[in-house]
């Protein structure tokens, strides 16, 4: 288990326990953090999860595969630190995580 902090657009800090192997989606949800609505459960096919790593932690949290790439596409305001939180699995070097919000997931 390891802390992820979520970070609204509007600045409010949602700090969550997630477990080993669950997605920073599922731990986003499970604990009522706004602004993730996960429209697809999880399934990496409606982008309504997106976040963006803190660029401190972008190197330890890794790439998007092909598929969320793809994915990341129809994002309106994508970065070069955007992902899909549904995507990413707390794992121990992910204790501390800091992820922000998009102003909306459109």
């Given at each position: 288990?390891?802390k ?7 600045g409010?800090?949602?700090t969550?326990?997630?477990?080993a ?16 609505t ?15 790593v ?12 092909e ?10 305001c ?10 990413i ?5 992910l ?12």
């Open positions: 288990m390891g992820v902090t979520y970070i609204e657009f509007n409010a800090s949602h969550v326990d997630a477990n192997g669950e997605s920073l989606m599922q731990a986003a949800v499970g604990n009522m953090v706004p602004g993730i996960a429209d697809c459960g999880g399934a990496c096919a409606c982008a309504t999860c997106h976040v963006y803190d660029p401190s932690w972008t190197e330890r949290v890794g790439p998007p595969s598929i969320e790439s793809a994915m990341l596409e129809v994002v309106t994508r970065e070069g630190n955007s992902r899909l939180s549904c995507q699995k707390m794992r121990p070097e204790e501390g995580l800091v992820l922000r919000l998009p102003e909306s997931q459109a």
